[in-house]
Each structure stands twice: as C-alpha cells, then as structure tokens.
C-alpha cells in the first residue's frame, strides 16, 4: 500500500515537473520533500521487516 502511494506521489511529481519545468517552484518542492519522506519511511519499514525475519 505505502508503495502505491509512493508510486502515485511519484507520477504527480512527473506531472507537476512536465507542466512546470522550475524545479524551485514551492508546489513542486513540497511534494518533493513529501516524496523523500514517504521513500525513507518505507525503506526503513523494510529494513526493519527483514531484519525481523
């Protein structure tokens, strides 16, 4: 599920980007950082999950 997300946020990222090239843009920044948290998040998850198993 959280993967999902990841995808999804990943393809408005895209989308954000073809539409408005200026990575600097507030909008595109947020969803950004938004993007690289959800990222460590399931990787630490992950991490965890096999360090479990």
């Known amino acids: 599920m959280l993967k ?8 408005r990222l895209n989308t ?15 969803l950004s ?6 990222i460590n998040r399931y990787t630490e998850l992950e991490t965890e999950l096999k360090s479990k198993a």
């Open 4 to 11: 999902d997300i990841i995808g999804e946020m990943r393809d």
């Open 16 to 30: 954000m980007l073809a539409k408005n090239p200026d990575p600097l843009c507030n909008e595109v920044l947020s």
């Open 33 to 38: 950082k938004a993007l690289d948290d959800m």
